[in-house]
């Protein structure tokens, strides 16, 4: 008689699981969008033999993205170094900054951030990701995002 009820139990849990993976997961919220913007310029440092980081979706070439899009950024290692995703830090910028990086993290590797379905409010966003290779190398770039309504 005990498999019956637990029966029961696992299947609303198994189909919340995976409904839950397929949707969309917000990267940033609707009310960490609307705080104060960040003062001062947001820039990030010249030429540097560090590892480089590109936004590569969505792409910033084909104007304002539609939420939710893949977030994805690529990582790349000079020098035969390798990426440590242990020191790797993804920050909104604002006022008071935003920690991403447990929302990157299911995505995060050493090649980059992959993570599908990223909900996103409309409007103009910067993105701080800042990483260190295998060498000690420090890298850091802001990343635009634009979306559109």
Known sequence: MTPFPIRFLVLPLLL?????????????????????AAAGALTTRGITRGPAIKLVS????????KSPFTFKVA????????????????TYLKATPVDLLPRVKAGLSAGG???????VPPGE????????DSEGRQTSTVLQLNVGK
Do not use: M, N, Y
């Open 125 to 132: 966003h910067q993105i701080r990701v800042t990483l260190q």
């Open 58 to 65: 969505p792409d910033p070439a084909l104007g304002a993205a």
């Open 16 to 36: 919340a699981a995976v409904s839950g993976s397929a949707g969309a997961a917000p990267l940033i919220k609707e009310d960490e969008a609307r705080l104060p």
């Open 113 to 119: 951030i992959d993570l599908a379905g990223a909900e």
């Open 75 to 90: 990582f790349e290692p000079r020098g035969g170094a390798k990426i440590d995703p242990s020191s790797v830090t993804v």
